[in-house]
């Protein structure tokens, strides 16, 4: 079907701020097969069944809003662990700032190094993933991100690295526009740890996409915020093998506008993926979570638990599916969608879904949106622990059942205190 004449030229506007990358033919194929893509789907609108609870103005738009500078009073998310440290100033990787692209049982490249070789191994991977994703739901930002990124990082992990890998992004640049691309392939037996935070831009476009090999691991933490204007799109498109486990959380605390996509198909048998998420939103915030899960091997197990936490107007949005195709068989599917409101003025938009065409499977879905329990209150307020105290407690509460999808202690720790410190800052 045509697309109406108003959307083609948004999206001629959006391509002519946009210069494509160089690198080998290959990959000049793949960028000009993504960009086709894009052009049949335009930018997205209102009309579009999995945009109509988040306003993609601001992503649409030419010219990029601009978003001041924030100075965190608090030392960065990860600071006090070791790891590998990658460093992107508004899109650009800083290799000054970063750690020597060397540890043992991965392989470190920059995109545009891999792009630039006619013989490398992310030539069946580039795009790939983010194709596949593109059926049933359209994903438009992830098709010009794979276009255009100007940076990212390639890994392929071979073993254990000791350590994980940590990209940092930082925001110095008030109009800057930030696409990054990053490929992950975790081969048979090996695991790997990312983890990621920092504003990165004024606007951003960030894709993943990751292959887990047969009996290999994948974990992956991110912290979003806590500068607010930033406004994000982000993808995560992942193909888990036999026996693989692929998990990620993401804490969310401010920003005027994140949209965090995921699709993940799980085609080898007894897989697992789990994808949580917790989100903090006060005011002009905006926060839409969209996870696809496909199930399309016997016997896998995925989850999915996201809990979001509102107030002065803040809005959340989840769009869970799952998806159990023919043959799939003692497939387990979980998924919970839960907002904590903590006045009138704030909204929780949710639109879970199953979609089952097996016949010995346990999935199950559930969304509830309510304030705090008075009852619980009460109790803790009889026992001596004042109001604001007692709220946090169980706002924290809330939020436990996704911060335990974290496997390392420390880090899930270190998320606490962050949300801790968010809850003392925002205390009515």
């Not at 009073?73 to 990787?93: I, K, T």
């Not at 090996?190 to 831009?201: K, R």
């Not at 329990?373 to 622990?385: I, K, N």
Request: charged share 30%.
């Amino acid at each position: 079907m045509a697309l109406p004449q108003a959307k083609i030229d948004a999206t001629e506007a959006r391509l002519a701020a946009l210069a494509m990358p160089d690198g080998a033919q290959w990959a000049r194929r793949v960028r000009e097969a993504a960009l086709e893509r894009f052009r049949k789907m335009g930018l997205p609108g209102p009309r579009d069944e999995y945009w109509r609870f988040t306003r993609p103005d601001t992503l649409n738009a030419a010219q990029t809003p601009e978003a001041a500078l924030f100075d965190a009073d608090e030392p960065p998310a990860f600071s006090g662990l070791d790891r590998l440290r990658l460093v992107f100033r508004d899109g650009v990787f800083d290799a000054e700032a970063s750690d020597p692209l060397e540890l043992e049982g991965v392989e470190i490249m920059r995109l545009a190094d891999a792009t630039s070789q006619d013989i490398h191994w992310a030539k069946d991977l580039y795009g790939v993933l983010e194709e596949r994703a593109q059926d049933p739901v359209a994903r438009p930002f992830a098709a010009l991100n794979t276009a255009f990124a100007t940076d990212g990082v390639v890994l392929r992990v071979t073993g254990k690295p000791s350590k994980p890998l940590h990209f940092r992004y930082l925001h110095e640049e008030t109009d800057s526009d930030a696409i990054l691309h990053f490929l992950v392939k975790v081969e048979e037996g090996a695991e790997v740890t990312i983890l990621e935070n920092g504003p990165a831009a004024a606007r951003f476009n960030k894709c993943f996409e990751i292959d887990v090999a047969d009996r290999a691991a994948f974990h992956h933490i991110r912290t979003q915020g806590r500068d607010h204007e930033r406004r994000a799109v982000t993808h995560l498109f992942a193909r888990l093998g036999e026996e693989s486990a692929f998990k990620s959380f993401t804490l969310t605390a401010n920003g005027r506008l994140t949209r965090n996509e995921a699709f993940i198909e799980l085609t080898g048998d007894n897989a697992q993926a789990h994808i949580a998420g917790a989100a903090m939103g006060d005011g002009d915030f905006h926060h839409d979570d969209t996870v696809f899960v496909v199930h399309d091997a016997v016997n896998c197990e995925s989850r999915q638990v996201f809990k979001k936490v509102l107030k002065n107007g803040a809005v959340g949005a989840f769009q869970g599916k799952i998806l159990v195709k023919p043959g799939a068989q003692k497939t387990d599917g979980y998924q919970i969608s839960q907002s904590l409101l903590l006045d009138g003025d704030a909204q929780f938009l949710a639109k879970p879904e199953l979609e089952i065409y097996a016949d010995d499977v346990a999935c199950s879905h559930g969304s509830t949106s309510g304030a705090i329990d008075e009852e619980a209150l009460f109790y803790l307020r009889s026992r001596g622990v004042p109001e604001s105290e007692a709220k946090d407690l169980l706002v924290l509460a809330f939020l436990a059942e996704a911060i335990a999808e974290i496997e390392d202690e420390a880090i899930a720790a270190d998320i606490r205190d962050r949300l801790e410190g968010w809850l003392l800052r925002h205390r009515s």
